[in-house]
């Protein structure tokens, strides 16, 4: 998958709650019609939120991934679900209820699968410190 920056439209809260257009920095994951913003609060944490670009919404607001590489990890499982290219999502199968699961599910999975790499990594560490004692 190629992901390029760019400026993109999202929609946002503004006055009495309705929904304004707002143009902001991201990272477009070319030819799934998703990219990603990153966002820093006020205390220094970095978080990612998965948009879809036809709308300007966010995938699944309230759920962020930590890193890069799991939002892209969060991406490459949301095309699998469905087709994210049009102005709505179809699913890729039949089974709606199954793909509005499965969007907080494939964060879940990212998350996972990087803290397995992150225990295999600590465990060769240990292993190689071991080994020069």
Not at 48 to 70: F, M, P, R
Request: hydrophobic share 40%; with cysteine.
């Amino acid at each position: 998958m190629v992901f390029e920056k760019s400026t993109i439209t999202i929609k946002v809260r503004g006055n009495e709650q309705l929904l304004v257009d707002q143009q902001r920095e991201a990272t477009i994951a070319q030819g799934t019609g998703l990219a990603y913003l990153c966002e820093e609060d006020s205390g220094g944490v970095i978080t990612y939120s998965v948009t879809h670009l036809k709308s300007g919404l966010s995938i699944c607001d309230g759920w962020v991934a930590t890193s890069k590489q799991e939002v892209e990890l969060w991406i490459a499982g949301l095309i699998e679900l469905a087709d994210w290219t049009g102005a709505v999502p179809q699913a890729k199968d039949s089974l709606i209820k199954l793909l509005k699961m499965a969007v907080v599910g494939t964060l879940h999975e990212a998350s996972a699968h990087l803290n397995e790499k992150e225990e295999v990594n600590q465990e060769r560490s240990v292993v190689r410190e071991r080994s020069y004692k």
